[in-house]
């Protein structure tokens, strides 16, 4: 039986109990454990004479399950494989994977409550009712006229048909992928199977869901993400395992939806970096999604302008089957990629502030003239970065956190990004009284209220986090962009992702240099996916992209980054790349595992850590590196160190950890002032 033990109990950990008749594996059930009932699922059938596995049960009588959930089909074999992997290879327990990818309402209803339900949906052949908040998209009854496809996309699609590996679908912004999503799917449900469609933010990406139920009336879709309500999520993921909803479309945590008759995964924006989970269970649900696609014997196909490394090292094994659509439909150009050398640009007076480099200003102005748009990418929200008195040289630094807190002006607060606090600014430097504090720096809010008075007549839009935060209000921007109604629009990275802009002919990276020489190893891949993502967003109504261009504000015009930016060639940027990171001994030439302690005081973190790294000493080809604080050693009041572990074999470093991190949970008793510790398998920031 697999329970929710607590996190970091002893790893593993299936359980024992008894029950007066077999109940089929994949069942869920509530099980007692200590004083307590949990969820539970039933894993297999023991021998007449179990031996006790674990502390837990104890090696005495075994208990008595408590009741079992009769009404809900058991998980299949092949999702109780998937998460058995996944909780294997992401060293977490099987119950603790299992229950924590299930939504959460499946533990709170009896068995009489779920049948009830059970027996609504199963009733619901086809929707007829409109459902709230876009959950499922319903029948027209005419069928959709399909546009006929470009040469590239028919090759594309007859290479995927013919292929026995994961594909990677590297298609250039604009290529048309999301119609070979749809073909795909298509083949899929015509043979009776159900499709998987992951992508990095469903936020983000509503036109894909509507591009979804526009092309398939009548077929019941749903989607699963973190933004449904608890009932929202158990009402999709019940559709999907009794097999009714055909197409399952979302983020990360729905690729362990239960899918019956599973027969397509899609990753669309394979390279996104939200595709991995961030606590807990820190999976990736690209890597387990070609897992699944492999296990169960469906195609996969990853989708993206700019691969991850690792997928593009793949290919080049020969692993993955790499499927090209260098171009655009309609035949439209790349945009025009500009550096603009910011060492070269005259001096501003002392006193005054350039907004924007005077070439950029005027190519944007040429655009408001004309009525196009134009989007300026700027990573950073707020309105600067930190305070500062000039008297005493007081920061708004965070108590709480080894960070900065922003300075928000709309609002007049300042913020901490890590922890939350969030405070009025001080009228006055609260150590000195000096009342000359003053801004360093530029977010986004603040780069739009320069452009609102630098262009009188231009509608300066913003999209970052902050602009976002209540409901409906990212829709509504983007409405209005679509609209027309924007004529400006400045943002973070979360304008870059995937939208369909149609009248867009510039966009410029305001200061993206800090990626070049970040000590994070995938920074410049990151930026570099970014800035193409950006260019993806010109030009990409075929009659204007010849007058569409991307502008990069640098100090350092001559990296190479630029240089492959510039000829839009992402082979040339992962060649230079995966040279580097070969010589470095780097993923994807080598695996890593993060191990990560939380403590009162950094002392305590760093000597469980150190403890932990003693223990560790005698494994062939793994390196354990010594302890350092990560980026941010302290957030909201709880100092936090890590420590590396690598190998050149992913197989060396399974081994290794599966021996090593049972141990640590005595080690954890030794250290008074340990508040949790975590290992992170193919960590993304380091
Ligand atoms: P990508 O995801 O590769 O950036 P999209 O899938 O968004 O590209 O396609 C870009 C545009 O081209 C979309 O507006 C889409 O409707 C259109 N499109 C895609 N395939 C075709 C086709 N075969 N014929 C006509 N238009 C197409
Ligand atoms: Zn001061
Ligand atoms: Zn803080």
Redesign the pocket.
């Known amino acids: 039986m697999a329970v929710e033990t607590p996190r970091h109990s002893a790893v593993g950990g299936l359980l024992h109990y008894s029950h007066h008749q077999d109940l089929p594996p994949g069942t869920l059930v509530r099980a007692p454990l200590g004083r307590r009932e949990v969820a539970g699922l039933v894993w297999g059938l023991s021998e007449p004479e179990p031996e006790p596995v674990s502390a837990a049960s104890g090696g005495i009588t075994l208990r008595p399950l408590g009741h079992a959930l009769h009404s809900l089909p058991p998980l299949g074999a092949e999702w109780r494989a998937l998460i058995e992997f996944a909780a294997a290879y992401y060293q977490r327990g099987v119950g603790e994977m299992a229950l924590a990818v299930l939504p959460p309402e499946l533990r709170k209803l009896d068995d009489i409550q779920l049948a009830r339900r059970l027996a609504r949906l199963r009733k619901m052949q086809v929707p007829a009712d409109p459902a709230p908040s876009g959950l499922e998209r319903h029948p027209t009854a005419e069928a959709p006229t399909l546009?006929?496809?470009?040469p590239e996309?028919a090759a594309a699609l007859h290479a995927i048909a013919a292929a026995t590996q994961p594909v990677l679908l590297h298609?250039?912004?604009?290529?048309?992928?999301?119609?070979?999503?749809l073909r795909a799917a298509e083949t899929a449900l015509a043979q009776g199977r159900q499709a998987l469609v992951l992508v990095p933010e469903i936020n983000l990406t509503p036109?894909l869901e509507a591009?979804f139920a526009e092309r398939f009336p009548g077929r019941l879709m749903v989607s699963l993400h973190s933004a449904l309500t608890p009932a929202q999520r158990l009402r999709s993921w019940l559709l999907a395992h009794l097999g009714q909803a055909e197409l399952v479309l979302g983020t990360r945590l729905a690729v362990f939806a239960s899918m019956p008759r599973l027969g397509l995964i899609v990753v669309?924006e394979e390279h996104d970096p939200s595709f991995k989970q961030q606590e807990g269970a820190r999976y990736s649900a690209r890597d387990l999604a070609v897992w699944r696609a492999h296990h169960q014997r469906v195609p996969v196909l990853l989708?993206s302008?700019t691969p991850s490394l690792e997928s593009w090292q793949r290919v080049q094994e020969g692993r993955y089957l790499r499927v090209p659509?260098p171009s655009?439909?309609?035949g439209g150009a790349m945009p025009r990629v500009r550096l603009i050398d910011m060492n070269a640009l005259p001096k501003v007076p002392a006193g005054s502030e350039r907004v924007l480099a005077p070439p950029l200003l005027a190519a944007i102005e040429a655009r408001l003239a004309r009525g196009e748009q134009s989007l300026l990418l700027l990573n950073r929200r707020g309105y600067a970065p930190v305070l500062h008195c000039g008297a005493c040289s007081w920061k708004s630094g965070c108590p709480h956190c080894s960070a900065w807190r922003v300075f928000h002006k709309l609002d007049r607060t300042l913020r901490c990004h890590h922890c939350g606090l969030t405070e009025r600014v001080p009228k006055a430097c609260p150590e000195c009284g000096n009342l000359d504090i003053a801004p360093i720096g530029r977010g986004t809010e603040k780069l739009q209220e320069q452009l609102v008075s630098l262009l009188p007549t231009a509608r300066v839009g913003r999209i970052d986090a902050d602009s976002t935060r209540t409901v409906g209000s990212l829709e509504q921007t983007l409405q209005a962009v679509h609209a027309g109604e924007v004529d400006v629009l400045v943002g973070t990275q979360m304008l870059a992702k995937?939208h369909?802009f149609?009248r867009v002919t510039l966009v410029a990276a305001v200061n993206p240099d800090g990626a070049l020489f970040s000590s994070d190893f995938r920074a410049p891949e990151r930026l570099f996916a970014l800035l193409m993502q950006a260019a993806?967003r010109a030009g990409?109504d075929a009659a204007q992209a010849a007058a569409s261009e991307m502008w990069v504000q640098t100090w350092h015009p001559t990296h190479a980054l630029y240089a492959a930016l510039k000829a839009h060639d992402y082979e040339a940027f992962a060649t230079a790349q995966l040279k580097d990171r070969l010589a470095a001994g780097l993923p994807p030439f080598a695996s890593l595992a993060l191990l990560r302690a939380d403590a009162r005081t950094a002392e305590v973190a760093q000597a469980f850590l150190k403890d932990a790294a003693a223990m560790a000493r005698e494994y062939e080809k793994v390196t354990v590196y010594p302890v350092v604080p990560p980026h941010v050693s302290k957030l909201a009041d709880v100092e936090r160190m890590q420590m590396l572990v690598e190998s050149p074999s992913r197989v060396a470093l399974q081994r290794m950890l599966a021996d090593w991190l049972p141990g640590l949970h005595s080690l954890r008793a030794q250290h008074k002032g340990l508040l949790r510790w975590a290992v992170d398998i193919d960590p993304l920031a380091i």
């Open positions: 546009p006929a496809l470009s996309q298609g250039a912004t604009g290529s048309g992928k999301t119609e070979v999503y036109q591009r669309d989708g302008a659509m655009r439909i309609g995937g369909d149609r993806g990409r």
